[in-house]
């Protein structure tokens, strides 16, 4: 209640005259309190690096069916269970790992929970610096290098990464490439160089499929500003692309009209 509020304040106030009055009086006299030249100041500071690499695309032919072969494309570099990370539909069209943007982060957490520490890791340092667009890639991903701590989270240095495919909007065909990424709290000096190292490797596998077509340049496609597209009529996937001419998910010719 207010009213007892204000009657304690003023019993506090009168019941201890001696402390507060020496305190106050000065106070009231301007000339008393000088502004310090210099403000003593506290700092504080983060640091944040987030770095990545992505290698040509390769076109690969099969259709549908090349989605089943990226897992196989990281081995022998994989040092972490691989995981397949689908397109997300529409209703997951603003996902952004940014947490003071709470209907974007909780669109991502539902999107993303369910991945393990090493592929949301991942997801954060990579759509972070752009180098991946859930609204049309797939991405495959594992621990390429380093450590995790003790809730298998990856370590700064550690590299994550692997293929990310899109289906080409003017052949239809799928486009793979090699992803890698890093970063946190701090660099370490050789992570770049393992990097490079990395993603030649992913990328030899890349080349080696069957199906692979050879090197292509990436035109990648661009996700709809606004409202989604079409919705697959073979998967029933709500893309949130609107100009995509193949389903993101299974990769399927998406019918207009
Ligand atoms: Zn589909």
């Known amino acids: 209640m207010p009213l007892d509020f204000l009657k304690r304040r003023n019993a506090a106030e009168t019941a201890a005259p001696a402390a507060t009055q020496p ?8 000339a008393a309190i000088t502004l310090p030249e210099e403000v003593v100041a506290q700092e504080y500071q983060l640091k944040l690096y987030y770095a990545g690499k992505s290698s040509e695309g390769v076109r690969m032919t099969a259709g ?9 494309m990281l081995h022998g570099l994989a040092k972490s269970e691989i995981e397949v990370v689908d397109p997300l539909p529409i209703e997951f ?18 999107a993303h929970h369910i991945h393990s520490p090493v592929t949301r890791h991942a997801l954060v340092v990579l759509e972070s610096i752009d180098a991946i667009d859930l609204a049309f890639d797939t991405f495959v ?3 390429l290098d380093g450590e995790v701590d003790t809730s298998g989270y990856p370590e700064y240095s550690a590299i994550v990464g692997g293929v990310v495919s899109h289906w080409d909007e003017a052949t239809g065909d799928m486009i793979a490439r090699a992803v890698v990424g890093w970063g946190g709290k701090g660099a370490r000096g ?23 077509l050879g090197l292509t340049p990436i035109d990648r ?32 010719r998406l019918l207009r009209g």
């Open 23 to 30: 305190s106050v009086q000065p106070r009231s006299s301007h």
């Open 64 to 72: 549908p069916k090349a989605i089943a072969e990226l897992p196989s």
């Open 93 to 110: 069209s603003q996902a952004t790992p940014v947490m003071a943007r709470p209907s974007e982060a909780m669109q991502w957490l539902n």
């Open 141 to 143: 991903c594992t621990l």
């Open 190 to 212: 050789d992570t770049d160089r393992i990097a490079a190292k990395l993603l030649s490797g992913i990328l030899t596998n890349i080349l080696a499929n069957q199906y692979a």
């Open 221 to 252: 496609p661009v996700p709809a500003a606004g409202r989604g597209g079409l919705v697959c009529a073979h998967c029933g996937f709500a893309s949130a692309h609107e100009r995509a001419f193949y389903c993101p998910k299974c990769g399927m």
